[in-house]
Protein backbone atom coordinates (compact mmCIF):
# COMPACT_ATOMS: atom_id res chain seq x y z
CA UNK A 1 0.00 0.00 0.00
CA UNK A 2 1.08 3.28 -0.90
CA UNK A 3 2.42 5.69 2.18
CA UNK A 4 0.04 8.62 2.75
CA UNK A 5 1.52 12.60 1.56
CA UNK A 6 4.00 13.61 3.95
CA UNK A 7 2.48 16.21 5.75
CA UNK A 8 4.73 18.12 7.78
CA UNK A 9 8.71 17.86 8.13
CA UNK A 10 9.33 16.38 11.14
CA UNK A 11 10.78 13.16 9.38
CA UNK A 12 12.69 15.28 7.02
CA UNK A 13 16.51 14.83 7.21
CA UNK A 14 18.82 15.90 4.71
CA UNK A 15 22.39 14.67 3.87
CA UNK A 16 24.81 17.35 3.93
CA UNK A 17 26.65 15.98 0.32
CA UNK A 18 22.81 17.03 -1.37
CA UNK A 19 24.06 20.51 -0.63
CA UNK A 20 27.58 20.29 -0.88
CA UNK A 21 28.80 23.55 -1.95
CA UNK A 22 27.89 24.39 1.60
CA UNK A 23 29.92 24.03 4.34
CA UNK A 24 28.78 22.52 8.11
CA UNK A 25 27.42 25.93 9.39
CA UNK A 26 25.64 27.07 6.27
CA UNK A 27 23.88 23.61 5.92
CA UNK A 28 22.71 23.64 9.44
CA UNK A 29 22.12 27.49 9.40
CA UNK A 30 19.80 26.69 5.93
CA UNK A 31 18.03 23.62 6.82
CA UNK A 32 17.39 24.69 10.37
CA UNK A 33 16.04 27.74 9.01
CA UNK A 34 13.51 26.03 6.42
CA UNK A 35 12.63 23.51 9.28
CA UNK A 36 14.55 20.39 8.96
CA UNK A 37 14.42 17.99 11.18
CA UNK A 38 16.97 15.64 10.84
CA UNK A 39 20.90 16.07 9.13
CA UNK A 40 22.72 13.30 7.98
CA UNK A 41 26.64 13.95 8.07
CA UNK A 42 29.27 13.45 5.30
CA UNK A 43 32.43 13.19 6.72
CA UNK A 44 34.14 15.53 4.31
CA UNK A 45 32.08 17.80 5.86
CA UNK A 46 33.49 17.88 9.54
CA UNK A 47 36.96 17.05 7.68
CA UNK A 48 39.32 19.57 10.43
CA UNK A 49 36.19 19.98 12.59
CA UNK A 50 35.68 18.75 16.15
CA UNK A 51 32.84 16.38 15.59
CA UNK A 52 31.63 16.64 19.01
CA UNK A 53 31.17 19.97 18.54
CA UNK A 54 29.71 19.76 15.34
CA UNK A 55 26.93 17.62 17.00
CA UNK A 56 26.37 20.10 19.64
CA UNK A 57 25.76 22.89 17.27
CA UNK A 58 23.56 20.85 15.26
CA UNK A 59 21.11 19.75 17.88
CA UNK A 60 21.16 23.39 19.61
CA UNK A 61 20.18 24.47 15.95
CA UNK A 62 17.23 22.18 16.72
CA UNK A 63 18.09 19.20 14.34
CA UNK A 64 18.37 15.12 15.31
CA UNK A 65 22.00 14.35 13.89
CA UNK A 66 20.81 11.06 12.15
CA UNK A 67 23.60 9.50 10.34
CA UNK A 68 27.35 9.54 9.69
CA UNK A 69 28.18 8.77 6.50
CA UNK A 70 29.68 6.71 5.48
CA UNK A 71 32.00 4.01 6.46
CA UNK A 72 33.04 0.50 4.98
CA UNK A 73 35.48 0.06 1.89
CA UNK A 74 36.60 -2.98 3.53
CA UNK A 75 37.71 -5.22 0.63
CA UNK A 76 41.58 -5.11 -0.45
CA UNK A 77 43.49 -7.68 -2.04
CA UNK A 78 46.60 -6.89 0.81
CA UNK A 79 46.04 -7.99 4.11
CA UNK A 80 47.51 -4.93 5.10
CA UNK A 81 45.53 -2.73 3.53
CA UNK A 82 42.23 -4.54 4.74
CA UNK A 83 43.44 -4.18 8.16
CA UNK A 84 44.20 0.00 7.43
CA UNK A 85 40.82 -0.04 6.74
CA UNK A 86 39.60 -1.57 9.71
CA UNK A 87 41.32 0.94 11.45
CA UNK A 88 39.80 3.52 9.52
CA UNK A 89 36.63 2.36 10.36
CA UNK A 90 37.21 2.30 14.03
CA UNK A 91 38.57 6.39 13.64
CA UNK A 92 35.03 6.53 12.18
CA UNK A 93 32.87 4.73 14.85
CA UNK A 94 34.67 7.44 17.50
CA UNK A 95 33.63 10.35 15.15
CA UNK A 96 30.14 9.16 14.90
CA UNK A 97 29.95 8.55 18.69
CA UNK A 98 31.52 12.37 19.14
CA UNK A 99 29.06 13.83 17.04
CA UNK A 100 26.35 11.22 18.76
CA UNK A 101 25.27 10.04 15.93
CA UNK A 102 22.96 6.47 16.32
CA UNK A 103 24.61 5.05 13.10
CA UNK A 104 27.72 4.74 10.19
CA UNK A 105 26.18 4.28 6.98
CA UNK A 106 28.32 1.45 5.54
CA UNK A 107 29.24 1.04 1.65
CA UNK A 108 31.16 -1.85 2.18
CA UNK A 109 33.52 -1.81 -0.91
CA UNK A 110 34.36 -3.99 -3.74
CA UNK A 111 38.13 -4.81 -5.53
CA UNK A 112 37.51 -4.91 -9.60
CA UNK A 113 38.42 -8.38 -10.65
CA UNK A 114 38.17 -9.62 -7.00
CA UNK A 115 35.36 -12.33 -6.56
CA UNK A 116 32.60 -10.83 -5.43
CA UNK A 117 31.91 -13.67 -2.93
CA UNK A 118 35.72 -13.07 -1.66
CA UNK A 119 34.82 -9.04 -1.06
CA UNK A 120 31.79 -9.89 0.90
CA UNK A 121 33.81 -12.01 2.84
CA UNK A 122 36.56 -9.47 3.75
CA UNK A 123 33.22 -6.95 3.95
CA UNK A 124 31.86 -9.16 6.70
CA UNK A 125 35.23 -10.00 8.42
CA UNK A 126 35.77 -6.33 8.44
CA UNK A 127 32.30 -5.29 10.06
CA UNK A 128 32.98 -8.08 12.68
CA UNK A 129 36.51 -6.35 13.23
CA UNK A 130 34.94 -3.19 13.99
CA UNK A 131 32.15 -4.81 16.81
CA UNK A 132 33.45 -4.52 19.88
CA UNK A 133 34.29 -0.72 19.55
CA UNK A 134 31.20 -0.09 18.20
CA UNK A 135 29.64 -1.63 21.18
CA UNK A 136 31.43 0.52 23.50
CA UNK A 137 30.65 3.86 21.40
CA UNK A 138 26.83 2.77 21.07
CA UNK A 139 27.22 3.06 17.41
CA UNK A 140 25.38 0.91 14.75
CA UNK A 141 26.35 -0.43 11.64
CA UNK A 142 24.11 0.26 8.70
CA UNK A 143 25.14 -2.08 5.64
CA UNK A 144 23.88 -0.46 2.44
CA UNK A 145 23.37 -1.98 -0.66
CA UNK A 146 24.60 -0.24 -3.73
CA UNK A 147 22.70 -0.82 -7.11
CA UNK A 148 24.61 -3.49 -9.09
CA UNK A 149 26.17 -0.36 -11.32
CA UNK A 150 28.00 -0.06 -8.46
CA UNK A 151 29.52 -3.79 -7.82
CA UNK A 152 33.10 -3.66 -9.51
CA UNK A 153 34.24 -0.85 -7.26
CA UNK A 154 32.14 0.48 -4.66
CA UNK A 155 30.30 -2.52 -3.05
CA UNK A 156 29.61 -5.99 -3.60
CA UNK A 157 26.84 -6.25 -1.60
CA UNK A 158 23.96 -5.23 -4.42
CA UNK A 159 20.69 -6.31 -3.21
CA UNK A 160 18.33 -5.83 -0.16
CA UNK A 161 18.18 -9.70 0.46
CA UNK A 162 22.15 -9.61 0.48
CA UNK A 163 22.68 -6.61 2.80
CA UNK A 164 19.76 -8.27 5.11
CA UNK A 165 21.42 -11.85 4.95
CA UNK A 166 25.01 -10.61 6.00
CA UNK A 167 23.23 -8.38 9.25
CA UNK A 168 21.58 -11.49 9.36
CA UNK A 169 24.68 -13.87 9.32
CA UNK A 170 26.87 -11.18 11.83
CA UNK A 171 23.36 -11.53 14.22
CA UNK A 172 24.25 -8.43 16.23
CA UNK A 173 22.11 -5.85 17.35
CA UNK A 174 24.60 -3.47 16.44
CA UNK A 175 24.37 -4.54 12.74
CA UNK A 176 21.63 -3.38 10.42
CA UNK A 177 20.76 -2.34 6.96
CA UNK A 178 20.13 1.30 5.03
CA UNK A 179 17.28 1.19 2.14
CA UNK A 180 18.41 3.25 -0.45
CA UNK A 181 15.38 3.59 -3.27
CA UNK A 182 18.12 4.38 -5.75
CA UNK A 183 20.04 1.83 -5.43
CA UNK A 184 17.27 -0.74 -5.09
CA UNK A 185 13.96 0.52 -6.50
CA UNK A 186 14.07 -2.25 -9.49
CA UNK A 187 14.59 -5.30 -7.05
CA UNK A 188 11.51 -7.89 -8.12
CA UNK A 189 11.70 -9.13 -4.50
CA UNK A 190 11.69 -5.24 -2.44
CA UNK A 191 8.84 -5.28 -1.04
CA UNK A 192 9.64 -8.96 0.31
CA UNK A 193 12.97 -8.57 1.34
CA UNK A 194 12.01 -4.81 2.97
CA UNK A 195 8.98 -6.94 4.93
CA UNK A 196 11.96 -9.63 5.93
CA UNK A 197 14.28 -6.89 7.00
CA UNK A 198 11.68 -5.20 9.12
CA UNK A 199 10.59 -8.23 10.99
CA UNK A 200 14.27 -8.82 11.49
CA UNK A 201 14.50 -5.33 13.08
CA UNK A 202 17.48 -4.49 10.96
CA UNK A 203 16.28 -1.48 8.73
CA UNK A 204 18.14 1.64 10.44
CA UNK A 205 17.63 4.10 8.06
CA UNK A 206 15.72 4.77 4.82
CA UNK A 207 16.98 7.26 1.94
CA UNK A 208 15.31 8.96 -0.94
CA UNK A 209 16.11 10.79 -4.40
CA UNK A 210 14.87 9.90 -7.78
CA UNK A 211 16.35 7.93 -11.13
CA UNK A 212 16.09 10.30 -13.69
CA UNK A 213 15.83 9.38 -17.37
CA UNK A 214 18.16 9.34 -19.18
CA UNK A 215 20.63 9.36 -16.34
CA UNK A 216 23.86 10.87 -17.56
CA UNK A 217 26.35 9.89 -14.90
CA UNK A 218 26.92 6.66 -13.05
CA UNK A 219 27.17 8.49 -9.56
CA UNK A 220 26.76 12.17 -9.81
CA UNK A 221 22.97 12.51 -11.66
CA UNK A 222 20.47 11.26 -9.14
CA UNK A 223 17.14 13.28 -9.46
CA UNK A 224 14.78 15.16 -6.58
CA UNK A 225 11.78 13.27 -5.96
CA UNK A 226 9.09 12.95 -8.49
CA UNK A 227 11.87 13.92 -11.22
CA UNK A 228 12.07 10.27 -12.18
CA UNK A 229 10.61 7.02 -11.98
CA UNK A 230 11.35 5.55 -8.43
CA UNK A 231 7.87 4.63 -6.92
CA UNK A 232 9.14 6.48 -4.11
CA UNK A 233 6.09 6.66 -2.04
CA UNK A 234 4.77 3.30 -2.75
CA UNK A 235 8.60 1.84 -1.13
CA UNK A 236 7.75 4.52 1.50
CA UNK A 237 4.83 2.23 2.35
CA UNK A 238 6.52 -1.10 2.55
CA UNK A 239 9.29 0.14 4.90
CA UNK A 240 6.70 1.87 6.85
CA UNK A 241 4.39 -1.00 7.09
CA UNK A 242 7.50 -3.03 8.03
CA UNK A 243 7.70 -1.35 11.17
CA UNK A 244 10.24 1.82 10.74
CA UNK A 245 9.58 5.30 11.94
CA UNK A 246 12.64 7.04 11.19
CA UNK A 247 13.85 9.82 9.23
CA UNK A 248 13.05 9.85 5.75
CA UNK A 249 16.83 11.02 4.31
CA UNK A 250 17.28 13.09 1.07
CA UNK A 251 20.79 12.25 -0.03
CA UNK A 252 21.10 13.56 -3.58
CA UNK A 253 24.44 13.67 -6.09
CA UNK A 254 24.07 15.72 -8.76
CA UNK A 255 26.85 18.11 -10.30
CA UNK A 256 24.01 20.12 -12.20
CA UNK A 257 22.30 21.07 -8.73
CA UNK A 258 25.56 21.74 -6.89
CA UNK A 259 26.40 24.26 -9.46
CA UNK A 260 23.16 25.87 -8.99
CA UNK A 261 22.07 28.28 -5.85
CA UNK A 262 21.88 26.09 -2.79
CA UNK A 263 19.06 28.12 -1.28
CA UNK A 264 16.94 27.79 -4.55
CA UNK A 265 17.72 24.17 -4.40
CA UNK A 266 16.63 23.74 -0.94
CA UNK A 267 13.37 24.94 -1.54
CA UNK A 268 12.50 22.75 -4.17
CA UNK A 269 13.66 20.03 -1.76
CA UNK A 270 11.22 20.95 0.62
CA UNK A 271 8.33 21.26 -2.34
CA UNK A 272 9.63 17.54 -4.30
CA UNK A 273 9.45 16.27 0.12
CA UNK A 274 5.76 17.19 0.25
CA UNK A 275 4.81 16.53 -3.27
CA UNK A 276 6.36 13.75 -4.30
CA UNK A 277 7.89 11.81 -1.45
CA UNK B 1 34.55 -24.11 -12.60
CA UNK B 2 36.43 -21.74 -15.77
CA UNK B 3 36.07 -22.69 -19.16
CA UNK B 4 39.09 -23.74 -20.99
CA UNK B 5 40.92 -20.71 -22.91
CA UNK B 6 39.44 -20.64 -26.31
CA UNK B 7 41.62 -22.61 -28.96
CA UNK B 8 40.45 -21.43 -31.92
CA UNK B 9 37.89 -19.00 -33.68
CA UNK B 10 34.91 -21.58 -34.53
CA UNK B 11 32.58 -20.07 -31.94
CA UNK B 12 33.53 -16.59 -32.19
CA UNK B 13 30.49 -14.17 -33.23
CA UNK B 14 30.49 -10.64 -33.54
CA UNK B 15 27.83 -8.31 -33.87
CA UNK B 16 28.17 -5.59 -36.26
CA UNK B 17 27.11 -2.74 -33.47
CA UNK B 18 31.06 -3.74 -32.13
CA UNK B 19 32.21 -2.32 -35.16
CA UNK B 20 29.43 0.32 -36.04
CA UNK B 21 31.17 2.04 -38.45
CA UNK B 22 31.06 -0.55 -40.85
CA UNK B 23 28.28 -1.08 -43.42
CA UNK B 24 27.49 -4.19 -43.59
CA UNK B 25 29.36 -5.20 -46.80
CA UNK B 26 32.78 -4.06 -44.94
CA UNK B 27 31.79 -5.98 -41.78
CA UNK B 28 31.45 -8.84 -43.64
CA UNK B 29 34.46 -8.99 -45.76
CA UNK B 30 36.60 -8.09 -42.87
CA UNK B 31 35.00 -10.19 -40.34
CA UNK B 32 35.34 -13.11 -42.93
CA UNK B 33 39.18 -12.36 -43.68
CA UNK B 34 40.01 -12.38 -40.11
CA UNK B 35 38.18 -16.00 -38.98
CA UNK B 36 35.09 -14.62 -37.50
CA UNK B 37 32.50 -17.72 -37.42
CA UNK B 38 29.52 -15.65 -37.02
CA UNK B 39 27.87 -12.58 -37.45
CA UNK B 40 24.90 -11.28 -34.98
CA UNK B 41 22.75 -8.57 -37.58
CA UNK B 42 22.04 -5.32 -35.95
CA UNK B 43 18.73 -4.23 -37.50
CA UNK B 44 20.03 -0.75 -38.50
CA UNK B 45 22.91 -1.96 -40.26
CA UNK B 46 20.28 -3.91 -42.98
CA UNK B 47 17.76 -0.90 -42.80
CA UNK B 48 17.39 -0.59 -46.87
CA UNK B 49 19.02 -3.52 -47.86
CA UNK B 50 17.18 -6.83 -48.44
CA UNK B 51 17.64 -9.23 -45.39
CA UNK B 52 17.22 -12.27 -47.53
CA UNK B 53 20.55 -11.12 -49.94
CA UNK B 54 21.86 -9.93 -46.57
CA UNK B 55 21.60 -13.34 -45.00
CA UNK B 56 22.89 -15.28 -48.58
CA UNK B 57 25.74 -12.51 -48.74
CA UNK B 58 26.77 -13.35 -44.90
CA UNK B 59 26.47 -17.05 -45.36
CA UNK B 60 28.55 -17.32 -48.83
CA UNK B 61 31.41 -15.64 -46.90
CA UNK B 62 31.65 -18.75 -44.44
CA UNK B 63 29.63 -16.95 -41.63
CA UNK B 64 26.70 -18.35 -39.75
CA UNK B 65 24.01 -15.75 -39.27
CA UNK B 66 24.04 -16.10 -35.25
CA UNK B 67 21.12 -14.09 -34.55
CA UNK B 68 19.55 -10.17 -35.20
CA UNK B 69 19.05 -7.84 -32.55
CA UNK B 70 16.97 -6.85 -31.74
CA UNK B 71 13.16 -6.56 -31.12
CA UNK B 72 11.15 -6.33 -27.70
CA UNK B 73 10.32 -2.47 -26.63
CA UNK B 74 6.56 -4.07 -25.96
CA UNK B 75 5.47 -1.71 -22.95
CA UNK B 76 3.35 1.47 -23.93
CA UNK B 77 1.05 3.44 -21.88
CA UNK B 78 -1.73 3.69 -24.55
CA UNK B 79 -3.03 0.14 -26.10
CA UNK B 80 -2.41 1.80 -29.98
CA UNK B 81 1.20 1.97 -28.81
CA UNK B 82 1.43 -1.65 -27.42
CA UNK B 83 -0.19 -2.69 -30.68
CA UNK B 84 2.20 -0.57 -33.02
CA UNK B 85 5.10 -2.45 -31.00
CA UNK B 86 3.59 -5.83 -31.54
CA UNK B 87 3.12 -5.33 -35.66
CA UNK B 88 6.47 -4.08 -35.47
CA UNK B 89 7.70 -6.88 -33.93
CA UNK B 90 6.30 -8.98 -36.54
CA UNK B 91 8.21 -7.05 -39.10
CA UNK B 92 11.17 -8.06 -37.51
CA UNK B 93 9.91 -11.88 -37.02
CA UNK B 94 10.16 -11.64 -40.75
CA UNK B 95 13.54 -10.03 -41.39
CA UNK B 96 15.10 -12.78 -39.07
CA UNK B 97 13.32 -15.36 -41.30
CA UNK B 98 14.48 -13.65 -44.57
CA UNK B 99 17.81 -13.50 -43.15
CA UNK B 100 17.60 -17.00 -41.95
CA UNK B 101 18.86 -15.73 -38.35
CA UNK B 102 17.73 -18.48 -35.96
CA UNK B 103 16.59 -15.95 -33.41
CA UNK B 104 15.78 -12.68 -32.42
CA UNK B 105 17.00 -11.15 -29.30
CA UNK B 106 14.64 -9.45 -27.22
CA UNK B 107 15.07 -5.50 -25.34
CA UNK B 108 12.00 -6.07 -23.76
CA UNK B 109 11.13 -2.40 -22.53
CA UNK B 110 10.02 -0.58 -20.09
CA UNK B 111 8.28 2.53 -19.58
CA UNK B 112 9.27 5.49 -17.40
CA UNK B 113 7.40 5.49 -13.87
CA UNK B 114 5.12 2.50 -15.27
CA UNK B 115 5.16 0.44 -12.75
CA UNK B 116 7.93 -2.58 -13.16
CA UNK B 117 5.21 -5.47 -13.11
CA UNK B 118 3.01 -3.93 -15.64
CA UNK B 119 5.54 -3.74 -18.32
CA UNK B 120 6.13 -7.19 -17.22
CA UNK B 121 2.49 -8.33 -18.20
CA UNK B 122 2.58 -6.26 -21.03
CA UNK B 123 6.10 -7.85 -22.23
CA UNK B 124 3.97 -11.16 -22.03
CA UNK B 125 0.94 -10.27 -23.74
CA UNK B 126 3.49 -8.58 -26.75
CA UNK B 127 5.30 -12.09 -26.71
CA UNK B 128 2.66 -14.36 -27.10
CA UNK B 129 0.57 -12.24 -29.30
CA UNK B 130 3.74 -12.98 -31.65
CA UNK B 131 4.35 -16.90 -30.93
CA UNK B 132 2.04 -18.11 -34.06
CA UNK B 133 3.74 -15.60 -36.33
CA UNK B 134 7.35 -17.03 -35.06
CA UNK B 135 6.34 -20.56 -35.51
CA UNK B 136 5.58 -20.36 -38.82
CA UNK B 137 8.63 -18.36 -39.81
CA UNK B 138 10.45 -20.66 -38.09
CA UNK B 139 12.61 -18.00 -35.77
CA UNK B 140 12.82 -17.89 -31.80
CA UNK B 141 12.53 -15.22 -29.43
CA UNK B 142 15.27 -14.80 -26.79
CA UNK B 143 14.74 -12.70 -24.14
CA UNK B 144 17.75 -10.19 -22.65
CA UNK B 145 17.62 -9.38 -19.27
CA UNK B 146 19.09 -6.20 -19.16
CA UNK B 147 20.97 -4.78 -16.30
CA UNK B 148 19.33 -2.86 -13.56
CA UNK B 149 20.20 0.22 -14.59
CA UNK B 150 18.38 0.05 -17.85
CA UNK B 151 15.06 -0.81 -15.92
CA UNK B 152 13.70 2.86 -16.51
CA UNK B 153 13.27 2.54 -20.12
CA UNK B 154 14.91 -0.42 -21.70
CA UNK B 155 14.05 -3.28 -19.69
CA UNK B 156 11.64 -4.45 -16.50
CA UNK B 157 13.70 -7.89 -17.18
CA UNK B 158 16.66 -7.04 -15.30
CA UNK B 159 17.79 -10.30 -13.70
CA UNK B 160 18.27 -14.26 -15.29
CA UNK B 161 15.73 -15.21 -12.52
CA UNK B 162 13.16 -12.98 -14.66
CA UNK B 163 13.80 -13.83 -17.84
CA UNK B 164 14.11 -17.33 -17.05
CA UNK B 165 10.35 -17.43 -14.79
CA UNK B 166 9.20 -15.41 -18.12
CA UNK B 167 10.31 -17.77 -20.59
CA UNK B 168 8.95 -20.85 -18.03
CA UNK B 169 5.46 -19.25 -17.39
CA UNK B 170 5.33 -18.66 -21.85
CA UNK B 171 6.07 -22.16 -22.30
CA UNK B 172 6.08 -22.08 -25.79
CA UNK B 173 9.62 -24.03 -27.61
CA UNK B 174 10.17 -20.85 -29.55
CA UNK B 175 10.90 -18.79 -26.21
CA UNK B 176 14.55 -18.82 -24.46
CA UNK B 177 16.91 -16.47 -22.95
CA UNK B 178 20.25 -14.58 -23.98
CA UNK B 179 22.53 -14.33 -21.41
CA UNK B 180 24.72 -11.25 -21.33
CA UNK B 181 27.92 -11.43 -18.88
CA UNK B 182 27.76 -7.30 -19.20
CA UNK B 183 23.95 -7.61 -17.31
CA UNK B 184 24.27 -10.30 -15.47
CA UNK B 185 27.72 -10.93 -13.87
CA UNK B 186 26.93 -8.74 -10.78
CA UNK B 187 24.17 -10.96 -9.40
CA UNK B 188 24.63 -13.32 -6.67
CA UNK B 189 22.56 -16.45 -8.31
CA UNK B 190 24.06 -16.08 -11.60
CA UNK B 191 25.80 -19.51 -11.67
CA UNK B 192 22.30 -21.40 -10.27
CA UNK B 193 20.50 -19.68 -12.39
CA UNK B 194 22.48 -20.01 -15.70
CA UNK B 195 22.38 -24.19 -14.23
CA UNK B 196 18.56 -23.91 -14.07
CA UNK B 197 18.30 -21.96 -17.79
CA UNK B 198 20.16 -24.46 -19.04
CA UNK B 199 17.96 -27.51 -17.32
CA UNK B 200 14.90 -25.91 -19.25
CA UNK B 201 16.44 -25.91 -22.58
CA UNK B 202 16.34 -22.02 -22.76
CA UNK B 203 19.86 -20.72 -23.19
CA UNK B 204 19.74 -19.74 -26.88
CA UNK B 205 22.46 -17.02 -26.75
CA UNK B 206 25.96 -15.80 -24.66
CA UNK B 207 27.39 -12.19 -25.23
CA UNK B 208 30.18 -11.15 -23.86
CA UNK B 209 32.45 -7.77 -23.29
CA UNK B 210 34.03 -6.30 -20.47
CA UNK B 211 32.52 -3.83 -16.78
CA UNK B 212 35.05 -1.03 -17.08
CA UNK B 213 36.06 0.45 -13.67
CA UNK B 214 35.06 3.90 -14.24
CA UNK B 215 32.49 3.47 -16.71
CA UNK B 216 31.98 6.64 -17.87
CA UNK B 217 28.54 6.51 -19.54
CA UNK B 218 25.51 3.95 -19.12
CA UNK B 219 25.27 3.06 -22.63
CA UNK B 220 28.07 3.21 -24.64
CA UNK B 221 31.30 2.50 -22.57
CA UNK B 222 31.46 -1.23 -22.65
CA UNK B 223 34.73 -2.50 -22.35
CA UNK B 224 36.56 -5.38 -24.35
CA UNK B 225 37.31 -8.76 -22.74
CA UNK B 226 39.60 -8.21 -20.41
CA UNK B 227 39.70 -4.62 -19.61
CA UNK B 228 37.26 -4.92 -16.97
CA UNK B 229 36.16 -6.96 -13.97
CA UNK B 230 33.99 -9.69 -15.03
CA UNK B 231 34.99 -12.63 -14.53
CA UNK B 232 33.75 -13.75 -18.28
CA UNK B 233 35.33 -17.21 -18.78
CA UNK B 234 33.88 -18.19 -15.66
CA UNK B 235 30.38 -17.24 -16.86
CA UNK B 236 31.26 -19.39 -19.73
CA UNK B 237 32.04 -22.44 -17.58
CA UNK B 238 28.36 -21.85 -16.39
CA UNK B 239 26.90 -21.55 -19.29
CA UNK B 240 28.77 -24.50 -21.06
CA UNK B 241 28.25 -27.09 -18.18
CA UNK B 242 24.16 -26.06 -17.98
CA UNK B 243 24.27 -27.53 -21.74
CA UNK B 244 25.35 -24.00 -24.26
CA UNK B 245 27.36 -25.08 -27.39
CA UNK B 246 26.31 -21.89 -29.48
CA UNK B 247 28.03 -19.21 -30.22
CA UNK B 248 30.41 -16.49 -27.88
CA UNK B 249 29.06 -13.45 -29.10
CA UNK B 250 31.27 -10.02 -28.99
CA UNK B 251 28.31 -7.23 -28.39
CA UNK B 252 30.49 -4.00 -27.57
CA UNK B 253 28.75 -0.58 -27.65
CA UNK B 254 31.79 1.89 -27.06
CA UNK B 255 32.03 5.90 -28.40
CA UNK B 256 35.97 5.46 -28.24
CA UNK B 257 36.38 1.98 -30.23
CA UNK B 258 34.11 3.44 -32.72
CA UNK B 259 36.08 6.86 -33.12
CA UNK B 260 39.16 4.63 -33.35
CA UNK B 261 39.90 2.72 -36.62
CA UNK B 262 38.06 -0.47 -37.34
CA UNK B 263 40.64 -2.85 -38.51
CA UNK B 264 42.64 -1.77 -35.58
CA UNK B 265 39.53 -2.93 -33.26
CA UNK B 266 38.75 -5.91 -34.85
CA UNK B 267 42.53 -6.98 -34.51
CA UNK B 268 42.51 -6.66 -30.45
CA UNK B 269 38.50 -8.26 -30.24
CA UNK B 270 40.32 -11.14 -32.02
CA UNK B 271 43.61 -11.38 -29.61
CA UNK B 272 41.02 -10.31 -26.26
CA UNK B 273 38.55 -13.14 -27.68
CA UNK B 274 41.96 -15.89 -26.80
CA UNK B 275 43.24 -14.07 -23.92
CA UNK B 276 40.43 -13.43 -22.19
CA UNK B 277 37.34 -14.38 -23.13
Known sequence: MEAKPLQDLSKLCIHTITTRPW????????????????????????????????????????MAVVSLVRGGFYPARQKTDRRKAIEENLRIINEAAALEAPHVVLVCGAVPGQPLEESRKQIREGIEATLAHAAEAGVKLAIEPLHPMYADSRSAVNTLAQATDMAEAIDSPLVGVAVDVYHLWWDPELEQQIRRCGRLGK????????????????????????EGCIPIRRIRGWVESAGFAGFNEVEIFSTSRWTGNQQQWLQEILRAYREAS
Open 23 to 62: PLDDAIRHYAAAGVAGISVWRQVIEGLDPARAGRHIREAG
Open 203 to 226: ILAFHICDWKTPTEDLLYDRGLMG
